[in-house]
Nanobody, 121 residues
Framework: QVQLVESGGGLAQAGGSLRLSCAAS????????MGWFRQAPGKEREFVAL????????YCTDSVKDRFTISRDNAKSTMYLQMNSLKPEDTAVYYC??????????????WGQGTQVTVSS
């Protein structure tokens, strides 16, 4: 029903910035809360950030909250993750997700394919 496609990943140096995008299709974008997750090699998938349907409420996990910003543009059916002051420990595959606000953090309805972010020291 809903297709999510991430883009914007790549290689950055420590202290640099990247902006990830998640383009949605196949549903009414403004009806879904959205989230970002990441998974480093050999580790479990980790919640990063979420945003409600309107963009009026957002939340980031403590390890990134002073450096990352989640946002959305409902007119473009796109969600973003602005990542500043990148650290090597941010290296992971980053995944976009959609669902209800109640369940987005733990069990989203839809997932994207992921985009790789690599931060070198």
């Amino acid at each position: 029903q809903v297709q999510l496609v991430e883009s914007g990943g790549g290689l950055a140096q420590a202290g640099g910035s990247l902006r990830l995008s998640c383009a949605a299709s196949g549903g009414t974008f403004s009806n879904y809360a959205m989230g970002w997750f990441r998974q480093a090699p050999g580790k479990e998938r980790e919640f990063v950030a979420l945003i409600d349907r309107s963009g009026g409420y957002s939340y980031c996990t403590d390890s990134v909250k002073d450096r990352f910003t989640i946002s959305r543009d409902n007119a473009k059916s796109t969600m973003y993750l602005q990542m500043n002051s990148l650290k090597p420990e941010d290296t992971a595959v980053y995944y976009c997700a959609a669902g209800t606000l109640r369940r987005i953090k733990t069990s989203p309805e839809y997932w994207g394919q992921g985009t790789q972010v690599t931060v070198s020291s």
